[in-house]
């Protein structure tokens, strides 16, 4: 097995291991960092632990502030191995998701979106359970992020509505370990009702393929400058099946910040836009070179 990243696998308790360690070292900072010392004023929130909502392909344990409304466009081209033929890709078959936000409580936040890719409509959730604090009561924060999604193409695909359904559950544990870096670790839960491949038969269940797959996704932040950040993501699968196992996401980008607007470009191997196709179904190996670029553009409004 060659030391390459790219002529490896990468070996998942080792990265989780760091990602933990990280998490959970406790730096002493000065006054004017952004994550302060110790104080006897009341425990609050550390700020600006990240720009967004996305991490690339996965949601950041951020949950806007009560009273905001976003809108999401992301976009996936096809992969870059067919070179001039395509462009690189950005003349191949796109996947785009649009997505609508809204936060009505501290904490929480509720949704809805449409991938182009099945005609995928979603509605998803996110609450944090608990917040980071300044004065380091809590040294993390814990998220929960979950949806529920529909296949809304047409009869001939399936035999039972109860088809057309997938669900995507995850814990987003995260901590700003200095004013510039922010690290998360996510395990998550993707169940699909039946699984398929793209030429079973409509509601044939595939016997070489578990309805319920776990995984677990790495990411963090580095900020620049105030308005530019470098972001990486690796999306581990974990659950084995006898066939068909989706594989690793490995992702690296730019991050663009303003008040209102947040733009991330970027190149990686998930496709899908929904976690729990990515997480079951992804195709592209790293190893091999297939990679896509993609970028996600937010707009925040706070009423």
Same mark, same amino acid.
């Given at each position: 097995m060659k030391a390459s990243i790219l002529n490896q696998k990468i070996k998942v308790p080792g990265l989780i291991s760091l990602a933990l360690i990280l998490l959970l070292w406790n730096p002493v900072y000065s006054q004017e960092d952004s994550v302060a010392a110790p104080t006897a004023k009341a425990s609050k929130p550390v700020k600006n632990m990240f720009s967004g909502i996305w991490l690339i392909d996965n949601q950041s344990a951020m949950v806007p502030i009560k009273g905001t409304f976003e809108?999401?466009?992301? &976009?996936?081209? +096809?992969? #870059?191995? *067919? @070179?001039?033929?395509?462009?690189? $890709? /950005?003349?191949? !078959?796109s996947n785009i998701r649009l997505g609508f936000n809204y936060s009505p409580i501290d904490r929480l936040y509720v949704g809805f979106g449409l991938t182009k890719y099945k005609m995928l409509w979603d509605v998803n959730a996110k609450y944090a359970i608990f917040q980071q604090t300044s004065d380091g009561r809590w040294p993390v924060s814990i998220t929960y992020y979950g949806n529920a999604a529909i296949d809304t193409r047409s009869e001939e695909f399936f035999v039972h509505f109860s088809d057309r359904l997938s669900y995507f559950n995850q814990i987003i544990i995260a901590r700003k370990i200095t004013p510039k870096f922010s690290a998360q670790i996510a395990p !998550? /839960? !993707? &169940?699909?009702? #039946?699984?398929? $491949?793209?030429?079973?038969?409509? +509601?044939? #269940?595939?016997?070489?393929?578990? &309805?319920? &797959?776990?995984?677990?996704?790495? !990411? @963090?932040?580095?900020?620049?400058?105030?308005? /530019?950040?470098? /972001?990486? *993501?690796?999306d581990q699968p974990i659950t084995k099946h006898k066939s068909g196992n989706p594989h690793p996401n490995l992702s690296f980008g730019l991050d663009v910040t303003t008040s209102s607007h947040s733009f991330q470009l970027f190149f990686g191997n998930y496709y899908f836009l929904s976690p729990q196709q990515n997480n079951m179904y992804n195709a592209n190996d790293y190893t091999k070179g297939q990679y896509l670029i993609g970028f996600n553009i937010t707009r925040l409004w706070n009423f």
């Open positions: 809108f999401d466009i992301l &976009h996936r081209f +096809g992969v #870059v191995n *067919n @070179g001039y033929e395509d462009f690189f $890709g /950005l003349f191949a !078959s !998550s /839960l !993707s &169940h699909t009702n #039946v699984v398929n $491949g793209y030429y079973s038969e409509p +509601g044939v #269940v595939s016997p070489e393929r578990k &309805h319920d &797959h776990f995984a677990v996704a790495i !990411s @963090g932040r580095y900020k620049l400058t105030e308005t /530019l950040s470098v /972001l990486a *993501n690796y």
